[in-house]
């Protein structure tokens, strides 16, 4: 068989980047050993440093190449033809890069590749070992972009893939044409992605996913070389450089779900929201403890292990998202691409490292050791290698409790008066926070491990188990400013205490009586949980500025933690108040409407508008004015009116809802959100009709439509419920008399005006002949004929025939997020916080 000569195809741009790809694995890998090495050979620091900007360099030269594919459409290439297309907009290019699993991992080597070339300088004696840990992950790294095969094992994948060598697409017909790039284009990128949240919200956080890496080797040289408090001077800048972008880039992942998706929210407790919220919770307990060890030497072990703990918990989050082991449990979980064995590979080798570290018996170290390399090897030959990785699991964790008793337990505990104290207590409260999430989370992954079938919990339930959490950190924030290290005169501050407790209490009471004492809906646990959050969250406030204002003398030079405690208690009082009083409006006139649409639609809170009508919602009216669209995205004119004291109606502002209809994506969903001071409304379509006639009369001839019981079939401003089905005789008789067959449908015609008809086509067999009857809805110009059913799928083919000319109308909904400002001016307030912190100590 002759082989096709392809034309067109810009085979350099592969080749070149399969080329740099292997460079970049190389570098990285003999950066790591020669790193390693120069321990005793000093001279070879010289060439370590060489292969560590040959692997920056490496990765610029990747990061740059595809761009330029993405931006000049080399569609010939799986990862450009996945991810983008000709009409998208070029502002998204640069999300297009990352969003795939390849893309975001060249996004993560780019960060750390970038940062290595800051931090190595700073380490002075520590430069061999640290730097030869930082190239062992950039290696593990490189590896998951390389796509290449040893013997059957294929390790990584790669971006610069041809469409027609991927396994999924080499066989399609369009390939066998020499010039099928001529009229080849891309799949595009997720119309949910298509947000500029989404191209400043990835690099965002996996800059501070790429900086846990620093505290993570600084915390293994500490346990190597036996200094545990040497390198902490160092590790607290990168610990709040941390601190400060991860949690700003989970605050952009918040606003870009606000803003792009429609649950109606900016948190949801998917399983990759919580997977990235863990690891800095983490990193905030590190950060904190590294205070206290930088005034006074304390515990370290808690540093060590929270500092190892948030980078390991990355590479969890790694391994959740990416492995297709979340399943459907995450909007954000990437497809599996047969890297699970790999990915966790990559987690238990530094879960090993970090374990054997912690170890201070040479013969546990030995035995660790010994033990974890038997067993990685059965487990690789055997069949029942979740058996060795629950036995390695439990050892490690029973090895590392019984070092911690034996060599690092403090018996001499705080006094409860210290600063230590309360700073502990609350790290401690996050770490156990952490570990309650990352068990939730990681259902999908003990139901695979288990074999069990646990449901994951729901949001709300989240909320019952962090909200005491939460108000205890509080409480810490707020109590520690005031104290001295090792112990405290307490008497000396009864007065500040009182006064700030009970500014607090009259605060959240006040709070408490406007929003919650007369809503029913919520349970009294909530009620409960609801006020003492108030009560804290509020009191972290008061304590923190007056700590600053008194104590201080409003010193710019301490305004740094004040603000960034102040700033997450306003946080998570805006959270509390915008979703626990987040309410719907519901339309007044149009309820009968909303009663007759189908199960997928929510009755209460849908509210159904018919273009040019106005209808009361609340105390607001709300007006359906037309559509417009705008490459592939529909927008929808939606006017809200106010009336005013002499019952006039006036315009009071106008939204846009969107809908996109890529062709190939599919359809989704954008809200459009009026911002307000204290409250934000929120809209967005959950039913329209995109096609282009919508407003025009409908040929007269037949639509088919196909749908189960149940279901809803929309016409031009009519919709029909497939309510039930009924037979002449039952499966007995039916089966003894075969020839001859009635089935009634019973269905439902409801107008926009809320009136509904029922309507009974009939099936008949006669004969054995199928003869299809036609039932007519007169008035509306409807006919519909019942042309086949399908008894293997329960489907029912319905050929509608619409003669009238009608309106267009949309379904939609409309919410209410009271205070959701105070949320955004929390996240603001902590950031400038830890920027202030983060500048003064770089001055120092």
């Known amino acids: 068989m002759n082989e096709i000569e392809y034309v067109g195809e810009r085979l350099w741009a592969g080749q070149f980047g399969h080329f740099l790809v292997i460079i970049l694995f190389v570098s990285s890998l003999f950066s790591a050993i020669i790193y390693w090495l120069s321990k005793k050979e000093e001279k070879l620091i010289k060439t370590a440093r060489l292969f560590l900007y040959v692997h920056f360099v490496s990765v610029v030269s990747i990061f740059l190449l595809m761009v330029w594919m993405l931006f000049h459409h080399y569609f010939e290439y799986q990862y450009v033809w996945q991810h983008s297309n000709r009409s998208m907009d070029k502002q998204f290019i640069l999300s297009c890069l990352w969003e795939g699993q390849e893309g975001s991992f060249l996004l993560w080597i780019f960060w750390q590749g970038l940062l290595s070339l800051i931090f190595y300088r700073t380490l002075g004696k520590k430069e061999p070992f640290v730097m030869s840990v930082y190239m062992l992950v950039q290696a593990f790294l490189s590896t998951m972009i390389l796509g290449v095969y040893v013997g059957d094992v294929k390790i990584g994948s790669s971006m610069f893939l041809l469409l027609r060598e991927h396994p999924n697409f080499m066989n399609l017909p369009f390939l066998q044409n020499p010039e099928y790039l ?14 500029y949240w989404m191209t400043i919200h990835p690099p965002t956080l996996f800059l501070g996913f790429s900086s846990t890496l620093i505290p993570f080797v600084l915390a293994l040289w500490g346990l190597y070389s036996k200094e545990y408090y040497g390198w902490q001077k160092e590790g607290i800048k990168w610990a709040f450089f941390s601190v400060l972008v991860l949690g700003a880039g989970i605050l952009m992942g918040g606003a870009w779900a606000y803003e792009a998706l429609s649950f109606g929210g900016f948190w949801a407790w998917d399983p990759v929201e919580n997977s990235s919220l863990v690891p800095w919770l983490l990193i905030v307990a590190a950060a904190h403890l590294m205070i206290l060890n930088n005034k006074n030497k304390g515990s370290f072990f808690s540093t060590h292990f929270f500092s190892l703990a948030a980078f390991i918990l990355v590479l969890y989050s790694t391994f959740l998202t990416r492995s297709g082991i979340l399943g459907n449990a995450s909007v954000h979980a990437f497809t599996d691409l047969g890297m699970q064995g790999q990915l966790l590979l990559f987690i238990l080798f530094f879960i090993g490292i970090s374990v054997w570290m912690l170890l201070e018996d040479v013969l546990l170290k030995n035995f660790y050791g010994l033990s974890s390399i038997i067993m990685l090897f059965f487990a690789i030959v055997n069949e029942n290698d979740r058996l060795y990785l629950i036995v390695w699991s439990v050892m490690s964790l029973g090895l590392l409790v019984y070092s911690y008793i034996k060599h690092f337990y403090q018996k001499e505990e705080e006094d409860l008066t210290s600063k230590e104290f309360w700073i502990f207590l609350g790290s401690l409260l996050l770490f156990i926070a952490g570990i309650i999430i990352t068990y ?41 400013q005031y104290l001295r290290y090792s112990k405290t005169n307490v008497a000396a501050l009864k007065k500040i205490f009182l006064s700030d407790f009970g500014i607090s209490l009259i605060a959240s009471i006040l709070i408490y009586i406007v929003l919650y004492i007369k809503d029913d809906k919520i349970s009294t646990y909530n009620h409960i949980m609801y006020t003492l959050l108030l009560f804290f969250s509020f009191y972290s406030v008061v304590a923190n500025f007056h700590y600053w204002w008194t104590i201080t003398k409003m010193n710019l030079k301490k305004i740094a933690s004040a603000l960034s405690h102040i700033g997450f208690a306003l946080l998570i ?5 915008s979703t626990s009083k987040k309410y719907n409006l519901i339309p007044l006139n149009t309820s009968v409407l909303s009663e007759r649409l189908g199960e997928g639609f929510d009755k209460q809170k849908s509210i159904v508008l018919t273009q040019g009508d106005t209808i009361a919602v609340g105390n607001l009216f709300l007006q359906y ?7 592939y995205n529909y927008y929808f004119k939606v006017n809200y009116f106010r009336e005013k004291e002499n019952k006039q109606k006036e315009l009071w502002f106008t939204l846009y809802p969107r809908v996109q209809d890529n062709p190939i994506m599919g359809k989704a969903a954008d809200p459009d959100t009026k911002h307000f001071l204290w409250y934000d409304i929120y809209t967005h379509i959950t039913y329209a009709d995109l096609s282009e006639d919508a407003m025009s009369e409908k040929s007269e001839l037949p639509t088919n439509y196909k ?6 079939i929309f016409l031009s401003n009519t919709f029909v419920i497939l309510d039930s089905l009924y037979a002449n005789k039952s499966y007995e008789e ?7 067959l009635e089935i009634t449908i019973r269905m439902k015609v409801v107008e926009a005006s809320g009136k509904y008809t029922y309507i009974f086509p009939k099936y008949f067999i006669k004969n054995k002949t199928v003869v299809p009857s036609t039932e007519k809805v007169s008035h509306l110009g409807l006919s519909f004929t019942i042309w086949k059913l399908y008894p293997d799928t329960e489907e029912i083919e319905i050929a509608v025939i619409e003669k009238k000319q009608s309106k267009d109308f949309i379904v939609m909904e409309a919410s209410v997020f009271p205070m959701i400002n105070v949320l955004w001016l929390g996240c603001i307030v902590m950031c400038v916080g830890l920027i202030v912190y983060l500048m003064q100590s770089l001055k120092k």
């Open 182 to 195: 001529s009229t080849l284009d891309g799949r595009g990128l997720n119309p949910l992605l298509a947000n």
């Open 440 to 480: 939730f989370t990681s259902v999908p992954v003990f139901n695979k491990l288990f074999n069990i079938n646990k449901a994951p919990i729901k949001p709300e339930d989240y909320n019952l188990w962090m909200i005491p959490f939460a108000a205890f950190i509080f409480l810490t924030t707020g109590v520690s």
């Open 573 to 577: 009082i805006g959270a509390l108040i």
């Open 625 to 631: 004015e037309g559509k417009e669209k705008k490459g």
């Open 707 to 712: 749908g189960h019981l149940h279901d809803t």
């Open 734 to 740: 039916f089966s003894k008399n075969p020839d001859e």
